[in-house]
């Protein structure tokens, strides 16, 4: 069994971007990202984001890294 190939995600293009849960959960499988969470240092990188479902409105918070796990999302609506 091959691994699967690395997701290549730049920081900077996450906004808007859009995301389905890989193993939905309470009818939310399509995701927006609606917001870049700055870092308090300005000289650091963008660490968190906030997702939105778009079934439910509902908003999580994560690590932005978090999104190259394939076994929980997929880049796009599919």
């Known amino acids: ?3 699967s190939p690395a ?4 920081p900077k293009k996450l ?3 859009k995301w ?4 939905p959960r309470n009818k939310e499988k399509h995701f927006i990202v609606t917001k870049l969470i700055e870092p308090e240092l300005p000289a650091t990188q963008i660490a968190l984001i906030e997702l939105e479902a778009v079934h439910s409105r509902r908003v999580l918070s994560l690590p932005w890294r978090e999104l190259k796990d394939r076994q929980h999302w997929l880049q796009g609506w599919v």
């Open 1 to 3: 069994m091959s691994a």
């Open 7 to 10: 997701v290549h995600i730049d």
């Open 15 to 17: 906004l808007h971007s």
């Open 20 to 23: 389905t849960a890989a193993v």
